[in-house]
């Protein structure tokens, strides 16, 4: 739909697990985003990637570990997280690292953590 | 409050009217953008207007800028079921100095009935 892929789409993990969530991008862009969306609550910007170098990196607790093997893919690993995480994980690309172009959006990944 | 500030926060009007959300912001910016989001989904975007323009258009939507108010509003003429989403403005707001950033608001619920 928008060349942004997510899996898993929904995720439900205990506060002591590890998992990792995963975005692929098929648009050839340079930039690439994970957001934290929860209610109530804006976007809340966690990490970007341009050309595979982290460029941001906005106070995100430790918990959340961000990884962009290539400029197609980006992880987020997860362990030890708190039911407060629970929220839908965005992951987003733009051709380059500027807010005049457009973020292109993955479905996202809805985590649930008990 | 937020940089981005959507009004209002919810929005219920019936098929073939016409809805108008507004967007206020507090520092200057370079550009603002408008997304969609559906239900559970990632956003989409739908347009972005210049810091220079005062309107732009792009089928049944109408965005207007006004910078001297710091504000944007978003029209959708003749609504369809179909439009039901949550809309979201987004700025780069310039910050204390040079950002990268999109900085999104807490969004719109519209809901358009059948």
Redesign the interface.
């Given at each position: 739909e928008?060349g942004?892929t997510?899996t898993p789409r929904h995720l439900v993990m205990g506060m002591t697990n590890k998992k990792s969530l995963k975005c692929e991008q098929h648009l050839g862009h340079n930039a690439m985003y994970w957001y934290k969306q929860s209610a109530?609550?804006?976007?809340e910007?966690m990490f970007?990637y341009s050309l595979e170098e982290r460029?941001?990196n906005n106070s995100v607790p430790s918990r959340f570990s961000p990884e962009c093997p290539n400029s197609s893919h980006l992880f987020l690993h997860l362990h030890t997280l708190q039911p407060e995480d629970s929220a839908?994980y965005?992951c987003?690309s733009s051709q380059v690292?500027?807010?005049?172009y457009?973020?292109?959006?993955?479905?996202?990944t809805?985590l649930t953590v008990t | 409050s937020q940089q981005g500030e959507e009004d209002p926060q919810a929005l219920s009007i019936q098929e073939g009217e016409n809805a108008t959300m507004n967007c206020s912001y507090k520092t200057s910016i370079n550009n603002l953008q408008w997304y969609r989001q559906n239900s559970g989904r990632g956003l989409v975007h739908l347009i972005l207007i210049r810091s220079n323009e005062r309107e732009k258009h792009s089928g049944r939507l109408r965005v207007t800028l006004d910078t001297s108010k710091k504000s944007s509003s978003l029209l959708i003429t003749a609504s369809r079921a179909a439009d039901t989403a949550s809309y979201f403005c987004a700025t780069d707001a310039v910050d204390g100095g040079a950002t990268n950033k999109l900085i999104f608001g807490t969004g719109t619920l519209l809901a358009v009935q059948p």
């Open positions: 928008t942004v997510q109530k609550k804006p976007l910007l970007v460029v941001e839908l965005l987003a690292y500027f807010p005049r457009e973020q292109y959006f993955g479905p996202g809805r | -």
